[in-house]
């Protein structure tokens, strides 16, 4: 009787003690992160829209700041050179806190050298913030009325090809390599955000789209608002779904949330996601 005794307490044990090492994993796979975000406007609705997406994801404790400027000035090299600027010491200030997980910046650069900002702010980041992430958003060529033109006169036949020139050749092995050498403790990683625009304005060509959605014109039923590119909500929406995926690892085939579209937005995310280099993944 004693030992059945004995034998019943230790199995309660056991389970007791899985149950918390269970329900510890749960907590650390659901807790959120604390980020800073700096870019412009190709990057802005994307980091906006995570705020709200992670919480349906059920992640806790999630946070941002996010800090923006229009065109060039949200680039990291102009952060950078804008020292006396309020932006830039708002992101200053955020790092010197400590305590960011993530800091998220755009590819944006100078030719001459391409990560002179990302540099620069990595290197700053890392004096209060030790173990940070850093990742880098990819956004889509701009003027997308030219996007055939402007493939041409960089000897591709296609946007396609000059797009994923741009990421793999440009962003990829010019610049996150270099920073990879420069900082071998530190996880970086990118989010090619500009395949949602490149491909969604494909499916539009191709009559695939399953929404009445035009090339330009108004936010909620378009791909673009302007020449320039600016995103309509389509474009915005498989994009944020994007950033979950790549930045939470987020499962986006089982992920219930409404976009308000019929075409299967989860899906064509997925597949940039799934398409992506994985070397350079979170």
Sequence with gaps: MKKNIFFIASLMMVLMSCDNEESSLQS???????????????????AEKLDNLSII?????????????????GRPINFWNDSDSNKHQQIKATLDAGNIDV???????????RIEGHRSWINYALQNNPNITIFIAIPQ????????ERAQEYGFNTIQELYDYFVNDIVHNEMVDILRIEFPSTKIFTIP???????LDQMNINNELLDDITRFGPQPTSLFVDNKGHQGDIIRETGSLLWLNNIYGVDLSIFSYETGFNTDLHEIAKQISDSHDSNYKF
């Design 28 to 46: 650390i796979e659901t807790e959120g992160y604390n980020m800073l975000l700096i870019g412009n406007s190709f990057f802005k609705p994307y």
């Design 193 to 199: 955000t500009g395949w949602t625009s490149v491909n």
């Design 103 to 113: 800091f998220g910046m755009t590819a944006g650069h100078e030719t001459d050298d």
């Design 141 to 148: 060529i701009d003027f997308p009325a030219d996007w055939e």
């Design 57 to 73: 994801a059920g992640f806790e404790n999630h946070s941002s700041t996010l800090i923006t400027r229009g065109g060039e000035n």
